[in-house]
T-cell receptor
């Protein structure tokens, strides 16, 4: 079946601009995660949704970052006033409801802030 | 919070050599443990998992045993192939939160 889909696959933006990154999880997966991966490093947790609500947003680095999941399926990560340090691959993952079920990752959106 | 320590890479091996990638973790409660793999140009994929002490996860010839007493989850393979060249990530999921905590990853390069 279809996996986690992220769009766009690449995004280049100028410093100070606003960007939105989209994630379509696997159908039926109730949990959705956003991670950020910088070059040569492991993924860093940003935010976790259970259904429509953000169950844990402790990984968001500052208030320029925001994410929504209004209908409990598609999620959008929003970054305001982008900075060059925001350049990274943004990964989305989803998981079926059972606690021990694994996360399924999308291929990510590579964000470059110039 | 949860944390992971993985051996630093790159690890360079010849084909058919034995592989060990060490992983130790700290996590709250009784975490589930995962290894993920990232092949060149591809996304993260689950390689194997173990959900309780002494469980052994296995897949594609790779194995890892959940060692609660040493808080370790070392990845092993008896005979690596060139196609195993990738970056491997150890990741516990503690039960205080629902997120995976990733290590820095270990790059494996297998030469023919």
């Amino acid at each position: 079946g279809a996996g986690v889909s992220q769009t766009p696959s690449n995004k280049v933006t100028e410093k100070g601009k606003y960007v939105e990154l989209r994630c379509d999880p696997i159908s039926g997966h109730t949990a959705l995660y956003w991670y950020r991966q910088s070059l040569g490093q492991g993924p860093e947790f940003l935010i976790y949704f259970q259904g429509t609500g953000a169950a844990d947003d402790s990984g968001l680095p500052n208030d320029r970052f925001f994410a929504v999941r209004p209908e409990g399926s598609v999620s959008t990560l929003k970054i305001q006033r982008t900075e060059r340090g925001d350049s990274a691959v943004y990964l989305c993952a989803s998981r079926f409801g059972q606690y021990n079920s694994p996360l399924h990752f999308g291929n990510g959106t590579r964000l470059t802030v110039t | 919070g949860d944390s992971v320590t993985q051996m630093e890479g790159p690890v360079t091996l010849s084909e058919e050599a034995f592989l060990t990638i060490n992983c130790t973790y700290t996590a709250t409660g009784y975490p589930s443990l995962f290894w993920y793999v990232q092949y060149p140009g591809e996304g993260l994929q689950l390689l194997l998992k173990a959900t309780k002490a002494d469980d052994k996860g296995s897949n594609k010839g790779f194995e890892a045993t959940y060692r609660k007493e040493t808080t370790s989850f070392h990845l092993e393979k008896g005979s690596v192939q060139v196609s195993d060249s990738a970056v491997y990530f150890c990741a516990p999921r503690g039960n205080a939160g629902n997120m995976l905590t990733f290590g820095g990853g270990t790059r494996l390069m297998v030469k023919p």
